[in-house]
Antibody
Framework: EVQLVQSGAEVKKPGESLNISCKGS????????IGWVRQMPGKGLEWMGI????????RYSPSFQGQVTISADKSISTAYLQWNSLKASDTAMYFC????????????WGQGSLVTVSS | SYELTQPPSVSVSPGQTARITCSGD??????AYWYQQKPGQAPFLVIY???ERPSGIPERFSGSSSGTTVTLTISGVQAEDEADYYC???????????FGGGTKLTVL
């Protein structure tokens, strides 16, 4: 059974850095693209980007390029979403999802990680 | 940037048919996918490649495509179908993926 288990909720201050994680199991992690989706409070889903754990190739949405870093460590079957300097507007739920790259969609989803940025 | 357009809300009575549309210029070239999201839960794939249904999804969920518009149809709507529904696709070059704004389905 494919499972994606995300790290827990975080409360941070503006300007702080943050790394949230997503651990995959039940499949060969390095063989599938994995991506991140943002959902701001009361709002819709936004595609942030995807990464291929096997060779670290990463694609970003223009809206998130330069704002976050998406990466993966295939040795521990874990993907990451990283911020160097958080803003209040980064407050959101973040979902990881296993991607079907060739058909451009998400097959399996993590449970979500809530990030709250507040002074 | 590429956009997919959905109606913000659709309301139907139990047993009726709900139709949720999604429009985008690249839809004739790229498949569309539909996700259901209930409050406090992660999204869940209900239709892939315009009209295919993943295993375990009830037959009352179906999808269709015509030109620049795709449609999610829920026949015989049940109370448990009340949720937000999002279409998703890619731009014409498949380098950037995008979600529609979402449609809140209310079962009256």
């Amino acid at each position: 059974e494919v499972q994606l288990v995300q790290s827990g909720a975080e409360v941070k201050k503006p300007g702080e850095s943050l790394n949230i994680s997503c651990k995959g199991s039940g499949y060969t992690f390095s063989n599938y693209w994995i991506g991140w989706v943002r959902q701001m409070p009361g709002k819709g889903l936004e595609w942030m980007g995807i990464t291929y754990p096997s060779d670290s190739e990463t694609r970003y949405s223009p809206s998130f390029q330069g704002q976050v870093t998406i990466s993966a460590d295939k040795s521990i079957s874990t993907a990451y979403l990283q911020w160097n300097s958080l803003k209040a507007s980064d407050t959101a739920m973040y979902f990881c999802a296993r991607a079907n790259y060739y058909d451009s969609f998400f097959e399996y989803w993590g449970q979500g990680s809530l990030v709250t940025v507040s002074s | 940037s590429y956009e997919l357009t959905q109606p913000p809300s659709v309301s139907v009575s139990p047993g009726q048919t709900a139709r949720i549309t999604c429009s985008g210029d690249a839809l004739p070239k790229q498949y569309a996918y539909w996700y259901q999201q209930k409050p406090g839960q992660a999204p869940f794939l209900v239709i892939y490649k315009d009209s295919e249904r993943p295993s375990g999804i009830p037959e009352r969920f179906s999808g269709s495509s015509s030109g620049t518009t795709v449609t999610l149809t829920i026949s015989g709507v049940q109370a448990e179908d009340e949720a937000d529904y999002y279409c998703q696709s890619a731009d014409s070059s498949a380098t950037s993926w995008v979600f529609g704004g979402g449609t809140k389905l209310t079962v009256l």
